[in-house]
C-alpha cells in the first residue's frame, strides 16, 4: 500500500520572459531569439524603429515586438524591464545567444529558482576570433533576475543590471555568446560610437578631465589590457583589442574636452 507524503510541495516552474532591445539587428535577432524562445515562456523584442529586416524576422518568429524611440541603453533597458509579462527575466542584447550549457543552466534555474539573480560568463568573437583573455573573457554579466530586485543602471553605453541590497547572486554554467566585431571598420565604428555617447554622458555629469588625465588613462586601459589581462596570449585579437580600448579611452576624453569647449 502507497502512503500519502507530507511535508513536501509540488515543484512549481518559474515562468520567465526573454527581453532584447533592438535597431536595425537584420543579421544577428534571429540567432538570438533561436536561443532562447524554447527555454522561456515569452519573448518581448523592444525596437527602435529599425528600418531594416529586423522587425520582419521578429514577427515570423511570433515573439512580441513593441516599438519605443531610444533615449539611451539604460533607459530603453527599463522601459523593457516594465512591458514583460513575467517578474524573472532573461535580458539579451540582439547581438548575443546562449550557448547550450548555458541553454540547459536557464532550464535548471526555471525548476529552482535559488538566488535572485544570476551571472554568465560572456565570451566575445573578435573578428572571427573567441576571446579567452583581456576584460572581454569572462566578462562577467548579470543577465537573468527577478525584475522586483533589479533595475538597470551605470553610464551610457556601458549599462549593467543593480540588484536590490540583501539580493543573493549565482553564476550560472555556460557562456553568453556575443558577436561583437566582425572587422576592424566594424570595430573603429564602434569606438567613435561609443566614445561621443560616454563623453556625453560623462559631460551631462558635470565630469571634467583635462589632457594629461586622457594620456595617462589611455596607455593604462592598453597595459592592462594586453599585459595584466593576458591579451597577448590572444595573438592578433588580443592586440586589436587592447590597442582599440585605448583608442576609446583617449576618444572619449578628447570629445569630452570638445564639449567644454563649444560651451565656453
Not at 520567465?16 to 532562447?36: K, P, Q, T
Not at 568573437?125 to 569572462?138: D, F
Not at 541590497?165 to 573603429?188: A, F, P, Q
Amino acid at each position: 500500500m502507497l502512503l500519502p507524503i507530507f511535508g513536501t510541495a509540488p515543484i512549481t516552474m518559474k515562468k520567465i520572459s526573454a527581453v532584447i532591445i533592438s535597431f536595425n539587428e537584420e543579421r544577428d535577432i534571429g540567432r538570438c531569439l533561436e536561443s532562447v524562445m524554447d527555454i522561456v515562456d515569452e519573448v518581448l523584442v523592444l525596437d527602435s524603429f529599425s528600418n531594416d529586416l529586423t522587425e520582419k524576422i521578429c514577427r515570423e518568429k511570433g515573439v512580441r515586438f513593441e516599438q519605443h524611440a531610444f533615449d539611451g541603453y539604460v533607459s530603453q533597458k527599463n522601459r523593457a524591464l516594465k512591458l514583460v509579462t513575467y517578474d524573472y527575466v532573461l535580458s539579451l542584447d540582439a547581438d548575443e545567444a546562449l550557448s547550450e550549457e548555458a541553454r540547459n543552466s536557464v532550464k535548471m534555474v526555471k525548476e529552482d529558482w535559488s538566488h535572485d539573480g544570476y551571472l554568465f560568463n560572456r565570451r566575445n568573437n573578435y573578428c572571427g576570433h573567441w576571446m579567452r583573455h583581456t576584460s572581454w573573457y569572462p566578462d562577467r554579466k548579470l543577465r537573468l533576475f527577478d525584475r522586483r530586485k533589479a533595475a538597470w543602471t551605470g553610464m551610457d553605453p556601458h549599462d549593467y543590471i543593480a540588484m536590490s541590497e540583501g539580493s543573493s547572486v549565482s553564476r550560472l554554467k555556460g557562456d553568453l555568446l556575443h558577436w561583437t566585431v566582425r572587422t576592424l571598420e566594424e570595430h573603429k565604428v564602434k569606438t567613435e560610437q561609443f566614445a561621443r555617447v560616454s563623453a556625453k554622458f560623462h559631460f551631462d555629469k558635470g565630469v571634467k578631465a583635462g589632457i594629461g588625465s586622457a594620456a595617462f588613462h589611455s596607455i593604462w586601459r592598453w597595459y592592462r589590457e594586453y599585459y595584466i589581462l593576458l591579451g597577448f596570449l590572444d595573438g592578433k585579437a588580443g592586440w586589436q583589442v587592447a590597442r582599440f580600448s585605448a583608442l576609446y579611452v583617449w576618444k572619449k576624453y578628447y570629445y569630452l574636452r570638445q564639449l567644454y569647449g563649444s560651451q565656453r
